[in-house]
């Protein structure tokens, strides 16, 4: 029973960062049906590999009674195809010998548990029968390319037809982490011999790993079914577990994602650095009635209260949960009557003409754009732009160029998970330029925070003025 995952990606070594195993060494360990072996069959600066053997033990597994089923017979007792089939047995040595890649754990180089890198996996002997597609239709959706090479029973014996074992190969660019889960999912999913009791712990492991994936695979059901070895009762209970996580709060997600991208951006003090600029900005050009777009929960908001100057100060946002956090963030209810004469929040989205966003000084748009994808933008444009038209109009959104700076940030991943786009300075100011022009303002550009000589400040400012 072999494994082997192959890093095509200079320098490919870094693969033993990952799995905490070093490529000079082999390394040995007990398991309950034989042993696991890991070593490198190859180590280079362009392709490393690292493997999997395990040498399962059938004359244990029948005195420990882990066989198949029917084991009762004598003979298939002895003439089964546990030592060398992909099965729950690889599972079980994998969580044995990759416990901290499969946590997405790496001590010595923490950002490479979070890069995606071209992988590839090859497994032997993995089982499929009845239908051959069914590997492309359990791993595909996960974003593999998927090779199976199928066997004859028997060269010599071409009437026996074909064997339902494969090796199958599996390439694609994403993190050890998912690819070592998917491997224990799906491996026992295929194998109908698991050698373990199935009880709560399974159902309860099932969902811990098919945590992000499994609620939105299109063979969920198949591959809960047999994970959990047919039992209805358990089926049934992970399957209505797996329907509420599909269907998350958005708004709860949004917070969550919002959460992580205060965190990367916390050491430089991001957040209190956009609010000193946009106040900066809005004090120069005198505002006195105020727009903040996208307000959230009212952090922007609090802010511009706390300036007598600005007499009205009105938050909109198409999050209904967003908008009572503010409510109690800013203590309407408590705020002494004058001041709260100057605060108005209302719901509404920033996709449609509406005329309550008429009449402003200034509206501030921070760190919103860069959640909209093109068509969405593009009807924001017209309705800030040719419709509410605002004297001013302040756009902060995260500079690209920058990220590389951000220690906890992996290489091309964005600082939230809802970002549709992060724009490089020169793609911030193609667009700004494009529509100010369309619309009769003019624009200029100012770097929010300390300023790197090549990459620029670590967030970007547009204020268009007409």
Same mark, same amino acid.
């Given at each position: 029973?072999?494994?082997?995952?192959?890093?095509?990606?200079?320098?490919?070594?870094?693969?033993?960062?990952?799995?905490?195993?070093?490529?000079?060494?082999?390394?040995?360990?007990?398991?309950?049906?034989?042993?696991?072996?890991?070593?490198?069959?190859?180590?280079?600066?362009?392709?490393?590999?690292?493997?999997?053997?395990?040498?399962?033990?059938?004359?244990?597994?029948?005195?420990?009674?882990?066989?198949?089923?029917?084991?009762?017979?004598?003979?298939?007792?002895?003439?089964?195809?546990?030592?060398?089939?992909?099965?729950?047995?690889?599972?079980?040595?994998?969580?044995?010998?990759?416990?901290?890649?499969?946590?997405?754990?790496?001590?010595?180089?923490?950002?490479?548990?979070?890069?995606?890198?071209?992988?590839?996996?090859?497994?032997?002997?993995?089982?499929?029968?009845?239908?051959?597609?069914?590997?492309?239709?359990?791993?595909?959706?996960?974003?593999?390319?998927?090779?199976?090479?199928?066997?004859?029973?028997?060269?010599?014996?071409?009437?026996?037809?074909?064997?339902?074992?494969?090796?199958?190969?599996?390439?694609?660019?994403?993190?050890?982490?998912?690819?070592?889960?998917?491997?224990?999912?799906?491996?026992?999913?295929?194998?109908?011999?698991?050698?373990?009791?199935?009880?709560?712990?399974?159902?309860?492991?099932?969902?811990?790993?098919?945590?992000?994936?499994?609620?939105?695979?299109?063979?969920?059901?198949?591959?809960?079914?047999?994970?959990?070895?047919?039992?209805?009762?358990?089926?049934?209970?992970?399957?209505?577990?797996?329907?509420?996580?599909?269907?998350?709060?958005?708004?709860?997600?949004?917070?969550?994602?919002?959460?992580?991208?205060?965190?990367?951006?916390?050491?430089?003090?991001?957040?209190?650095?956009?609010?000193?600029?946009?106040?900066?900005?809005?004090?120069?050009?005198?505002?006195?009635?105020?727009?903040?777009?996208?307000?959230?929960?009212?952090?922007?908001?609090?802010?511009?209260?706390?300036?007598?100057?600005?007499?009205?100060?009105?938050?909109?946002?198409?999050?209904?949960? =967003? %908008?009572?956090?503010?409510?109690? !963030? @800013?203590?309407?209810? #408590?705020? &002494?009557?004058?001041?709260?004469?100057?605060? /108005? $929040?209302?719901?509404? =989205? %920033?996709?449609?003409?509406?005329? !309550? @966003?008429?009449?402003? #000084?200034? &509206?501030?748009?921070?760190?919103?754009?860069? /959640? $909209?994808?093109?068509?969405? %933008?593009?009807?924001?444009?017209?309705? @800030?732009?040719?419709?509410?038209?605002?004297?001013?109009?302040?756009?902060?959104?995260?500079?690209?160029?920058?990220?590389?700076?951000?220690?906890?940030?992996?290489?091309?991943?964005?600082?939230?998970?809802?970002?549709?786009?992060?724009?490089?300075?020169?793609?911030?100011?193609?667009?700004?330029?494009?529509?100010?022009?369309?619309?009769?303002?003019?624009?200029?550009?100012?770097?929010?925070?300390?300023?790197?000589?090549?990459?620029?400040?670590?967030?970007?400012?547009?204020?268009?003025?007409?």
């Amino acid at each position: 029973m072999l494994l082997t995952i192959t890093n095509h990606q200079p320098p490919a070594t870094d693969l033993g960062f990952l799995v905490h195993k070093h490529p000079e060494r082999v390394q040995s360990l007990e398991v309950s049906f034989g042993k696991a072996h890991v070593f490198y069959p190859e180590v280079s600066h362009e392709r490393c590999t690292v493997a999997l053997l395990l040498d399962v033990d059938p004359v244990g597994l029948v005195r420990n009674r882990r066989g198949p089923a029917g084991e009762g017979q004598a003979l298939a007792q002895y003439v089964n195809d546990r030592p060398y089939a992909s099965s729950s047995f690889l599972s079980v040595a994998m969580t044995r010998t990759f416990r901290e890649a499969m946590a997405g754990k790496s001590k010595e180089r923490p950002e490479l548990a979070e890069a995606k890198l071209p992988l590839t996996a090859r497994l032997s002997a993995l089982p499929c029968k009845g239908d051959p597609d069914f590997l492309q239709r359990l791993f595909e959706p996960l974003g593999y390319q998927v090779r199976a090479t199928g066997y004859e029973l028997d060269p010599k014996f071409p009437d026996w037809g074909s064997s339902y074992y494969f090796t199958v190969e599996l390439r694609a660019e994403t993190r050890l982490q998912d690819l070592l889960t998917h491997i224990y999912v799906l491996a026992p999913v295929l194998d109908a011999e698991k050698h373990y009791w199935v009880g709560n712990d399974e159902l309860e492991k099932l969902l811990r790993h098919g945590e992000g994936w499994l609620a939105r695979h299109p063979e969920k059901e198949i591959i809960v079914n047999r994970y959990l070895r047919h039992k209805k009762d358990l089926t049934r209970a992970a399957l209505e577990r797996l329907v509420e996580e599909e269907s998350p709060d958005p708004d709860t997600a949004e917070a969550d994602h919002a959460r992580e991208e205060l965190e990367i951006e916390e050491p430089l003090k991001l957040w209190q650095r956009r609010m000193a600029s946009v106040m900066a900005v809005l004090k120069e050009r005198e505002a006195v009635k105020i727009l903040d777009l996208g307000c959230g929960e009212g952090r922007l908001m609090r802010e511009l209260l706390e300036e007598k100057s600005f007499r009205q100060i009105t938050g909109m946002d198409v999050s209904s949960r =967003s %908008l009572e956090i503010a409510v109690r !963030r @800013l203590r309407l209810e #408590d705020m &002494a009557p004058a001041k709260k004469e100057r605060v /108005h $929040l209302m719901h509404g =989205s %920033l996709m449609y003409k509406d005329a !309550r @966003l008429a009449g402003f #000084d200034a &509206a501030c748009v921070v760190e919103v754009i860069e /959640h $909209l994808d093109p068509p969405r %933008l593009a009807a924001f444009e017209r309705v @800030l732009f040719e419709f509410a038209r605002p004297g001013t109009v302040i756009i902060t959104t995260p500079n690209a160029d920058y990220n590389q700076k951000f220690p906890t940030l992996p290489a091309g991943k964005f600082r939230h998970k809802d970002h549709r786009f992060e724009w490089s300075r020169q793609e911030f100011q193609t667009w700004a330029d494009s529509v100010a022009g369309r619309f009769g303002y003019a624009v200029k550009f100012l770097p929010v925070g300390d300023e790197d000589e090549h990459l620029g400040a670590a967030t970007q400012m547009g204020v268009f003025t007409r």
